[in-house]
């Protein structure tokens, strides 16, 4: 088992920045990649970000390229979501996944799951 904590949410003002965080625990060798999804009030989960827990690939959705960055803490066995330029749209929760094999985009093939962090955005 794997075990996802998420820290870091809030409230910001549009073009702001915020920290996600994911520290992960337990049987994490079993970790191919780890992901960032969101949720707004009435939508879907949708894929924002992830990266091989080898930290050697990065994905992002196209909402979010050029404005986040995922990146590892090896010793920590954290996950990082650096969020600047922050707008509105995207405000959610904001929820990190785990999987062992490789990337996918769908919520629906995630085994691991943290409890989400709340990032609101005001404009």
């Known amino acids: 088992q794997v075990q996802l904590v998420e820290s870091g949410g809030g409230l910001v003002q549009a073009g702001g920045s915020l920290r996600l965080s994911c520290a992960a625990s337990g049987r994490t060798v079993s970790i191919y990649i780890m992901t960032w999804f969101r949720q707004a009030p009435g939508k879907e989960r949708e894929f924002v970000s992830a990266l091989t827990w080898s930290g050697t690939s990065t994905y992002y959705a196209d909402s979010v390229k050029g404005r986040f960055t995922i990146s590892r803490d090896n010793a920590k066995n954290t996950v990082y979501l650096q969020m600047n330029s922050l707008k509105s749209e995207d405000t959610a929760v904001y929820y990190c996944?785990?999987?062992?094999?490789?990337?996918?985009?769908?919520?629906?093939?995630?085994?691991?799951w943290g409890q989400g962090t709340q990032v609101t955005v005001s404009s």
């Open positions: 996944a785990a999987r062992p094999v490789v990337l996918s985009k769908l919520a629906s093939e995630y085994q691991y």
